[in-house]
């Protein structure tokens, strides 16, 4: 039985470009950030010491609504927090809401022109890769689902998009920037679904942990995101050069901080993540109820967008950036001409848009409205095309 998942992982793993040998039993403990952490100590271990207990008390004694109604307008890093919030949360924001002394101004500098030269892959692959691969990790499917936003997939895709728009805007971390008040808005957020995920009978009689998302959980998403990008752009042979490579993972690194997790456990090259992610990313990866829900919500959400292509294409797509595999689990139809066009012209369309061959493929407007309308999707924040704020919940999913 071990051996069976191990060799599943294994063949995931490559096909995912996530290598490695995977072992869940000790995925934490073997090497890399959390070397030498017994039981009890690493990242699974650890919620949200400053965000959690506050947030506990913010729920239960009915601050959520005037927080949220006070936090609207709070949006570049550099406005004064809003009057209006309890004394206790001001001074929680006061602490947390500030770049950590490492971060390093000329790399996420450099990360921003990056993600702006580089933005219509990016898109793609937040999207539809790291969007996707989301309904297959087990434990962020299924406390998706069943938290408030669970119920309304649209506006919670376009809340997420909020995140990955701040975070790859030029200038996202400088004071006239918006993402730190987006992670820090973030990180209160899952603060709150600790606190109430767990009163949740239908959560409980899925999940397979008492309090969600830990730092561990945060750094497997993270993996889903920031490290099978990295890995995606270099297997497509997008030009990647080293410091643009060190500067993207800054970024990231940054990003997951802002979330708090401890800066120990945050990986330190590429090298480390990718060996981190096929611990503890790879092996986890399998479908749920929940998760075949949410895919379908989010496919049919772009689908209602004109993206240019058929629903066959999008799930063929999908297929090809995440494999077979995941496709299968998933239960995405399949459509054989998409699939040869995508495998054929797909890595034509990048190699001509880099410049590095001078072959324009006959498909090369439908990639670029394809890619354009996604990019659309993402830069509108979602298709209502106005900001969506991110709000902290005060339930659970009904049921
Ligand atoms: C909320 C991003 C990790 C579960 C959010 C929101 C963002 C976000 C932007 C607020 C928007 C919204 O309400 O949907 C991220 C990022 C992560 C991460 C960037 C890691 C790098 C996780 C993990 C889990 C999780 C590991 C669970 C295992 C949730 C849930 C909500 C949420 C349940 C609340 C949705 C609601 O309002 O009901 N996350 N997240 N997140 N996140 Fe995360």
Redesign the pocket.
């Known amino acids: 039985m071990e051996n069976l998942s191990r060799r599943k992982a294994l063949s995931l793993g490559v096909a995912l470009g996530l290598v490695g040998v995977a072992n869940p039993a000790r995925a934490w403990a073997s090497g890399g950030p959390a070397t030498g952490a017994a039981v009890g100590t690493g990242p699974e271990w650890i919620w949200d010491d400053a965000a959690d207990p506050l947030m506990a008390s913010m729920i239960d004694d009915g601050h959520v609504p005037a927080i949220n109604a006070a936090w609207a307008s709070w949006v570049n890093n550099d406005d004064p927090l809003p009057s209006g919030l309890p004394a206790a949360f001001a001074a929680y924001l006061r602490q947390a809401n500030r770049l950590p002394s490492w971060a390093d101004p000329v790399k996420l500098a450099r990360a921003g022109d990056f993600n702006r030269r580089k933005d219509t892959y990016l898109f793609m692959l937040y999207g539809l890769g790291s969007g996707i691969m989301s309904t297959v ?1 087990p ?2 499917a ?3 689902y ?5 119920a309304d997939m649209q ?3 376009a ?2 998009f ?3 728009y701040d ?1 790859s805007e030029l200038g996202a971390f400088k004071p006239t920037g918006q993402f730190v008040v ?2 820090n ?2 990180r209160v ?2 603060a ?2 600790r606190h ?2 767990p009163q949740s009978p239908h959560w409980r009689a899925v999940a397979d942990e008492t309090i ?3 730092a561990a ?6 993996h ?3 490290t099978y990008v990295y890995r995606k752009l270099l297997d497509w042979k997008v030009p990647f050069p080293a410091a643009d490579q060190e500067a993207f993972l800054h970024s ?1 690194q940054v ?2 901080h802002l ?1 708090g997790v401890p800066y120990e456990h945050i990986p330190k090259t590429w090298a480390e993540a990718e060996r981190q992610s096929a611990r503890v990313l790879t092996p986890v990866l399998t479908p749920s109820t929940e998760g075949i829900a949410l895919a379908e919500e989010l496919l049919g959400l772009t689908a209602q967008i004109d993206l240019g292509v058929t629903r066959g294409f999008l799930n063929e797509f999908v297929r090809y950036v995440l494999s077979d595999e995941v496709g299968d689990w998933l239960g995405l139809k399949r459509d054989y001409a998409s699939a040869a066009l995508v495998r054929t012209a797909w890595p034509a369309f990048i190699l001509f848009r880099e410049g590095l061959s001078p072959v324009m493929p006959g498909a090369f407007y439908m990639f670029d409205q394809f890619v354009r309308a996604l990019a659309m999707l993402f830069l509108n924040k979602g298709s209502s095309g106005t900001t969506t704020p ?4 005060t339930g ?2 009904p049921g």
């Open positions: 990790i434990r962020e299924k406390s998706v069943w938290s408030a936003g669970g506006d919670r895709a809340k997420t909020t995140f990955g975070l987006t992670a808005k973030t957020v899952h709150a679904v109430l995920l969600p998302i830990s959980d945060i750094l497997v998403t993270f889903s995101l920031g990231w990003a997951v979330l991110i709000t902290i919940p659970n999913r």
